[in-house]
């Protein structure tokens, strides 16, 4: 029989060497064999893993109280209209037939909700125009106003105008001091209601400090009062929009730039506004404001409906691609006075783009959370 056969017939020659075998490897047919690390592992316990069958899942996690959610047990209901015929036929129907709000009324809520966007610290806003007449002063009180009219926290809106300001005039009167009253009582100012007592308020809520009345004095407020203003202002208010003069190179300018989280730049919709408002994104391009230039937003202020023969398409497209946004304010009779502000007479039109303009200005608050902050 031949060697390594059995007298079955089967082979007996052994394939390991068992001294030799091991982790080490072993000798098979004097060669020298590495078995792989898996013949030499351990098997597991509970033995190798089987691929699952097609449709398995696992079992579903048992419920717990955290399930019982207002908005997993409540069915949705939709909110009925607020007006319109769909608020007639909501009514007439027995509350059996509801809409909901029309596309407009719901681009609206949404506009409102965007400027509602909370904040964690002060806001500043800068409005700022190189040319005179071309309504700077109205549209920081009417847009105060939207914010303030929206908003629950306290708004306040500062006359930074080194000539006579005139926003105090778009609020009813309710005191003579001014910002530099304010200055010269800093130090006894530690509650909201010793700073009620500086400033007047409007029906909308907005606040406004005025400037000094009297020029010759008003144009010695410098860069630190106004930085001194501010301080004073953060305390106490949400948001600071400050109402700026015409001249780029008075005093406080400087601190008004750099203390500003966004610049809204005003334009007529007449050529030479639009070329003023222009050369002031310039002169803050030149002086190192590039980054300002491209946040701010435009505003084309006063415009008529089909009047006059300037192509408003080409003035829009011009700065929308200087700034972050452009909003167009439609002219308004009540605007128009030059005397207090009521948003309530303003029209429907002009009340939605004010609207549009708070939105878009939110759209830059910062974004921290409520985590974050507190840490």
């Given at each position: 029989?031949?060697?390594?056969?059995?007298?079955?017939g089967?082979?007996?020659?052994q394939?390991?060497?068992?001294?030799?075998?091991?982790?080490?490897?072993?000798?098979?047919?004097?060669?020298?064999?590495?078995?792989?690390?898996?013949?030499?592992?351990?098997?597991?316990?509970?033995?190798?893993?089987?691929?699952e069958?097609?449709?398995?899942?696992?079992?579903?996690?048992?419920?717990?109280?955290?399930?019982?959610?207002?908005?997993?047990?409540?069915?949705?209901?939709?909110?009925?209209p607020?007006?319109?015929?769909?608020?007639?036929?909501?009514?007439?129907?027995?509350?059996?037939?509801?809409?909901?709000?029309?596309?407009?009324?719901?681009?609206?809520?949404?506009?409102?909700?965007?400027?509602?966007?909370?904040?964690?610290?002060?806001?500043?806003?800068?409005?700022?125009?190189?040319?005179?007449?071309?309504?700077?002063?109205?549209i920081?009180?009417?847009?105060?106003?939207?914010?303030?009219?929206?908003?629950?926290?306290?708004?306040?809106a500062?006359?930074?105008?080194?000539?006579?300001?005139?926003?105090?005039?778009?609020?009813?009167?309710?005191?003579?001091?001014?910002?530099?009253?304010?200055?010269?009582?800093?130090?006894?100012?530690?509650?909201?209601?010793?700073?009620?007592?500086?400033?007047?308020?409007?029906?909308?809520?907005?606040?406004?400090?005025?400037?000094?009345?009297?020029?010759?004095v008003?144009?010695?407020?410098?860069?630190?009062?106004?930085?001194?203003?501010?301080?004073?202002?953060?305390?106490?208010?949400?948001?600071?929009?400050?109402?700026?003069?015409?001249?780029?190179?008075?005093?406080?300018?400087?601190?008004?730039?750099?203390?500003?989280?966004?610049?809204?730049?005003?334009?007529?919709?007449?050529?030479?506004?639009?070329?003023?408002?222009?050369?002031?994104?310039?002169?803050?391009?030149?002086?190192?404001?590039q980054?300002?230039?491209?946040?701010?937003?435009?505003?084309?202020?006063?415009?008529?409906?089909?009047?006059?023969?300037?192509?408003?398409?080409?003035?829009?497209?011009?700065?929308?691609?200087?700034?972050?946004?452009?909003?167009?304010?439609?002219?308004?009779?009540?605007?128009?006075?030059?005397?207090?502000?009521?948003?309530?007479?303003?029209?429907?039109?002009?009340?939605?783009?004010?609207?549009?303009?708070?939105?878009?200005?939110?759209?830059?608050?910062?974004?921290?959370?409520?985590?974050?902050?507190?840490?």
């Amino acid at each position: 029989m031949p060697d390594g056969f059995d007298k079955g017939g089967f082979r007996s020659q052994q394939r390991f060497h068992e001294s030799n075998a091991g982790p080490e490897g072993g000798i098979a047919n004097g060669v020298h064999f590495q078995p792989p690390p898996d013949w030499t592992a351990a098997t597991p316990p509970i033995g190798f893993p089987q691929p699952e069958p097609p449709g398995w899942a696992p079992p579903p996690e048992p419920p717990t109280s955290n399930d019982l959610t207002t908005a997993h047990l409540l069915r949705p209901v939709k909110p009925p209209p607020s007006g319109g015929w769909r608020k007639w036929l909501y009514l007439v129907s027995f509350k059996t037939v509801n809409l909901g709000e029309s596309q407009r009324v719901t681009h609206r809520n949404n506009l409102v909700a965007q400027a509602n966007r909370p904040l964690q610290r002060c806001y500043r806003i800068a409005l700022m125009s190189l040319k005179g007449g071309v309504g700077k002063t109205t549209i920081t009180a009417a847009l105060g106003g939207t914010f303030a009219s929206i908003r629950g926290d306290r708004i306040v809106a500062i006359d930074a105008n080194p000539d006579r300001g005139t926003l105090s005039g778009k609020v009813p009167l309710e005191t003579l001091s001014t910002v530099r009253h304010l200055l010269r009582d800093a130090e006894g100012i530690e509650r909201y209601s010793d700073m009620r007592g500086y400033t007047s308020q409007g029906p909308s809520r907005l606040e406004v400090l005025a400037s000094e009345t009297d020029p010759a004095v008003s144009e010695a407020f410098s860069s630190d009062d106004y930085t001194r203003t501010l301080d004073i202002l953060e305390r106490f208010y949400s948001l600071v929009l400050t109402d700026c003069g015409t001249g780029l190179m008075h005093s406080a300018m400087s601190a008004v730039l750099s203390r500003s989280d966004v610049l809204v730049v005003i334009s007529s919709g007449s050529v030479d506004g639009a070329r003023s408002a222009s050369a002031t994104l310039d002169w803050l391009d030149a002086h190192g404001h590039q980054e300002m230039v491209r946040n701010s937003i435009a505003v084309i202020n006063g415009v008529r409906p089909r009047s006059g023969k300037v192509d408003l398409r080409k003035v829009v497209d011009h700065f929308a691609r200087r700034c972050r946004a452009v909003r167009l304010v439609p002219f308004d009779p009540h605007l128009e006075e030059g005397a207090e502000i009521s948003l309530g007479r303003l029209k429907a039109d002009t009340r939605e783009a004010l609207v549009e303009l708070a939105a878009v200005v939110a759209d830059g608050f910062p974004t921290t959370n409520r985590h974050e902050a507190l840490v």
